[in-house]
């Protein structure tokens, strides 16, 4: 098993950064691949980006391509998330979620996950 811990939340103005760190204690962290999602008030939870185990890959959703990175250290057992040019849509609470054996899109391919770490983006 591995455990996640969210942080690097907080309030910013649109236009602004924010940078999310996600810490995994447990299993050895290089095993998983690994994902962002995020939550909006009334709605369904959704995939914002995720990594391959390596690292070497990456993939994010149309809505924040070139806006956010993705990112990881094995060796820190560390996750990250660059959000910059942060608009008011991208408010909600960020999670970050570890994978066995699938490098997918939906909530359900991952198995393990943090608390998560409010945004609001204000306008």
């Known amino acids: 098993q591995v455990q996640l811990v969210e942080s690097g939340g907080g309030l910013v103005q649109a236009g602004g950064s924010l940078r999310l760190s996600c810490a995994a204690s447990g299993r050895a962290f290089g095993g998983y691949a690994m994902a962002w999602f995020r939550q909006a008030p009334g709605k369904e939870r959704e995939f914002v980006c995720r990594?391959?185990?390596?690292?070497?890959?990456?993939y994010c959703t149309d809505s924040v391509r070139g806006r956010f990175t993705i990112s990881r250290d094995n060796t820190k057992s560390s996750l990250w998330l660059q959000m910059n040019s942060l608009k008011p849509d991208d408010t909600a609470v960020y999670y970050c979620a570890a994978s066995e054996t699938k490098y997918g899109l939906t909530a359900d391919s991952y198995d393990y996950w943090g608390q998560g770490t409010q945004v609001t983006v204000s306008s």
């Open positions: 990594t391959t185990r390596s690292g070497e890959t990456s």
